[in-house]
């Protein structure tokens, strides 16, 4: 099981991910505007089982449910800089 800690929030107060994304908008010319525009969301979990197998299959399927959140509001206004992430 992964447990939620947090759910989908633009900014997750229950980790920091500063440095990722730093990181990350350095290489992803998108990033930059997204967070400014409202089109970053992020929904956070805990990898709770030492199956690390297992927490892989449930982190895939947290992307998968992200996708297809993200998958309609693409259409929009500013579709183009929308930014899901799990953490």
């Not at 992964?2 to 989908?8: A, C, G, K």
């Not at 990898?47 to 690390?52: F, T």
């Not at 998968?64 to 309609?72: K, T």
């Amino acid at each position: 099981m992964l447990p939620l800690v947090e759910p989908h929030t633009p900014q997750p107060a229950n980790v920091d991910l500063t440095d990722y994304v730093d990181a990350v908008t350095a290489h992803c010319p998108c990033r930059s505007p997204s967070p400014a525009r409202g089109h970053t969301g992020w929904t956070v979990y805990e990898i709770a089982s030492a199956d690390l197998e297992a927490a892989e299959a449930e982190m895939f399927s947290a992307d998968m449910e992200a996708a297809e959140r993200a998958r309609p509001l693409t259409a929009r206004p500013g579709g183009a800089f929308l930014c899901e992430n799990v953490a």
